[in-house]
């Protein structure tokens, strides 16, 4: 369907029934129209840009790519671009901030009001990833002695500029937060009803340096569509929408498998992203990936004149380095999403790694029963042969697991991000260990 909107805007637009084409737009959503948009060629988007009616144009252009944005302020004039920021909400205006390059942030400044550029300017003082840096400062706010009349007044006096009416924050002249109220509340209560009387008390709140990762996952934990923002005077500052939340969230999901995938995260998208900035997002992992990697040569050098003995191990060398790889990042994944989530903690990591031991053992068992049989059956080798094959995975998963497990919560521990010590990472170590263990068990029970 949205290929069909597009090739009919195009349609449209290289006849010229410019009528025809507003009217296909009006009937769309602004993210199917910034999709559309960004589809055409982009010498024809300030045209199409100002077919779109000014509320629509502006919502339209949240959702673009930060190029097409670009693109379009470097055609606005003055004018133009200050009917756009004036249909923005203030946090939508930073995100645009945050991804310009310097001249068009200070064009983009010096066509906003100065509270508004005073609002800018507060909220890019905190640190890239609090709260503080995603909240927007429009939000309705209440006293606790008006009544439920009074409160819907004061909504619809000032609500058409506020991100969201629906959830409400009672404060004093000091701003200090005092309770919540929903507009279901307040259509649920009698006129006459004051709100200290009907608010909810009970406020969960973040705070403004906190993390704004934590502040996602604060919001799901309790299905929050809004979280109020305070700072440590638990002052109301501002507010965090669920749409900023989802978009913290997918961003952090992103750079989480970035890094468990072994590259550097990147704010644009694969198709957008250059060869060369691709190159250098990924190249210094593969080189430390590479150096870390020869000492399982190194190893495999120190027990050459063995294995000239007993040729037949090199042949599960592979096998035994997979598996205990596989179950290493296993654990890995499933300890790193835990921390992500919240759900395990530095104070959890005996209980894990009892938890992982067993089902490394279980594991283990089960490969060891399996390779038991094939070794015998099909590879035809000698009974002490399989011994050391059988001996080596059981040690190996057991080993792998309980450093997949153990390594995560480490690097969380003193500070560093466990999604490093994902796949890759623990693979390479995991190689290293088990192939110390396979010729170690070679050397005692094949007397090499």
């Given at each position: 369907m949205e290929i069909n909107m597009t090739e009919k805007a195009l349609e449209l637009l290289s006849a010229k029934r410019f009528l025809d084409l507003k009217n296909l737009f009006a009937i769309l959503n602004p993210a199917d129209i910034a999709q559309i948009l960004e589809e055409l060629p982009h010498e024809h988007l300030p045209l199409l840009f100002r077919i779109l009616p000014k509320e629509l144009a502006a919502d339209a252009f949240i959702e673009m790519d930060n190029d097409s944005q670009e693109l379009l302020i470097k055609g606005f004039n003055d004018k133009e671009l200050r009917e756009v920021l004036?249909?923005?909400f203030v946090d939508d205006t930073v995100d645009l901030i945050e991804e310009m390059p310097a001249g068009v942030v200070k064009r983009i400044l010096r066509n906003t009001d100065p509270e508004t550029r005073r609002i800018i300017n507060q909220i890019l003082n905190y640190p890239e990833d609090s709260a503080g840096s995603i909240m927007t400062t429009e939000y309705v706010r209440l006293q606790k002695e008006m009544t439920v009349e009074q409160a819907f007044a004061r909504i619809k006096q000032t609500g058409a500029d506020k991100e969201t009416i629906y959830t409400c924050y009672v404060t004093d002249e000091r701003r200090l937060l005092l309770g919540v109220v929903t507009v279901r509340q307040l259509l649920l209560a009698e006129r006459t009803d004051i709100l200290g009387d009907i608010m909810e008390t009970h406020i969960i709140s973040v705070d403004t340096f906190e993390d704004k990762e934590i502040a996602a996952q604060t919001m799901s934990k309790y299905d929050f569509s809004v979280i109020p923002v305070v700072d440590k005077e638990k002052r109301l500052v501002g507010?965090?929408?669920?749409?900023?939340?989802?978009?913290?969230?997918?961003?952090?999901?992103?750079?989480?498998?970035?890094?468990?995938?072994?590259?550097?995260?990147?704010?644009?998208?694969?198709?957008?992203?250059?060869?060369?900035?691709?190159?250098?997002?990924?190249?210094?992992?593969?080189?430390?990936?590479?150096?870390?990697?020869?000492?399982?040569?190194?190893?495999?050098t120190s027990f050459e004149s063995s294995l000239a003995?007993?040729?037949?191990?090199?042949?599960?060398?592979?096998?035994?380095?997979?598996?205990?790889?596989?179950?290493?990042?296993?654990?890995?994944?499933?300890?790193?999403?835990?921390?992500?989530?919240?759900?395990?903690?530095?104070?959890?990591?005996?209980?894990?790694?009892?938890?992982?031991?067993?089902?490394?053992?279980?594991?283990?068992?089960?490969l060891c029963a399996a390779n038991f049989v094939k070794l015998i059956l099909f590879d035809r080798v000698s009974m002490l042969v399989a011994a050391v094959v059988c001996s080596t995975l059981v040690a190996t998963v057991i080993v792998a697991k309980v450093v997949g497990c153990t390594l995560p919560i480490l690097a969380k521990r003193i500070g560093f991000d466990p999604t490093v010590?994902?796949?890759?990472?623990?693979?390479?170590?995991?190689?290293?260990?088990?192939?110390?263990?396979?010729?170690?068990?070679a050397t005692v029970l094949l007397g090499l």
């Amino acid at each position: 369907m949205e290929i069909n909107m597009t090739e009919k805007a195009l349609e449209l637009l290289s006849a010229k029934r410019f009528l025809d084409l507003k009217n296909l737009f009006a009937i769309l959503n602004p993210a199917d129209i910034a999709q559309i948009l960004e589809e055409l060629p982009h010498e024809h988007l300030p045209l199409l840009f100002r077919i779109l009616p000014k509320e629509l144009a502006a919502d339209a252009f949240i959702e673009m790519d930060n190029d097409s944005q670009e693109l379009l302020i470097k055609g606005f004039n003055d004018k133009e671009l200050r009917e756009v920021l004036d249909e923005l909400f203030v946090d939508d205006t930073v995100d645009l901030i945050e991804e310009m390059p310097a001249g068009v942030v200070k064009r983009i400044l010096r066509n906003t009001d100065p509270e508004t550029r005073r609002i800018i300017n507060q909220i890019l003082n905190y640190p890239e990833d609090s709260a503080g840096s995603i909240m927007t400062t429009e939000y309705v706010r209440l006293q606790k002695e008006m009544t439920v009349e009074q409160a819907f007044a004061r909504i619809k006096q000032t609500g058409a500029d506020k991100e969201t009416i629906y959830t409400c924050y009672v404060t004093d002249e000091r701003r200090l937060l005092l309770g919540v109220v929903t507009v279901r509340q307040l259509l649920l209560a009698e006129r006459t009803d004051i709100l200290g009387d009907i608010m909810e008390t009970h406020i969960i709140s973040v705070d403004t340096f906190e993390d704004k990762e934590i502040a996602a996952q604060t919001m799901s934990k309790y299905d929050f569509s809004v979280i109020p923002v305070v700072d440590k005077e638990k002052r109301l500052v501002g507010i965090i929408t669920f749409d900023d939340a989802l978009d913290v969230m997918e961003d952090e999901a992103t750079e989480d498998i970035s890094k468990m995938s072994a590259v550097t995260p990147g704010d644009k998208p694969y198709l957008k992203t250059g060869v060369w900035e691709t190159w250098k997002a990924r190249i210094p992992w593969l080189l430390l990936l590479m150096i870390s990697a020869t000492f399982t040569g190194m190893i495999i050098t120190s027990f050459e004149s063995s294995l000239a003995s007993y040729v037949v191990l090199t042949a599960y060398i592979p096998m035994l380095m997979d598996t205990g790889g596989n179950s290493g990042s296993q654990s890995s994944v499933t300890i790193i999403r835990g921390l992500s989530l919240g759900e395990i903690t530095f104070g959890d990591l005996p209980r894990v790694i009892w938890k992982e031991a067993r089902v490394s053992v279980l594991c283990g068992v089960t490969l060891c029963a399996a390779n038991f049989v094939k070794l015998i059956l099909f590879d035809r080798v000698s009974m002490l042969v399989a011994a050391v094959v059988c001996s080596t995975l059981v040690a190996t998963v057991i080993v792998a697991k309980v450093v997949g497990c153990t390594l995560p919560i480490l690097a969380k521990r003193i500070g560093f991000d466990p999604t490093v010590m994902a796949s890759p990472f623990i693979t390479t170590i995991v190689d290293a260990i088990s192939l110390f263990i396979y010729f170690s068990i070679a050397t005692v029970l094949l007397g090499l």
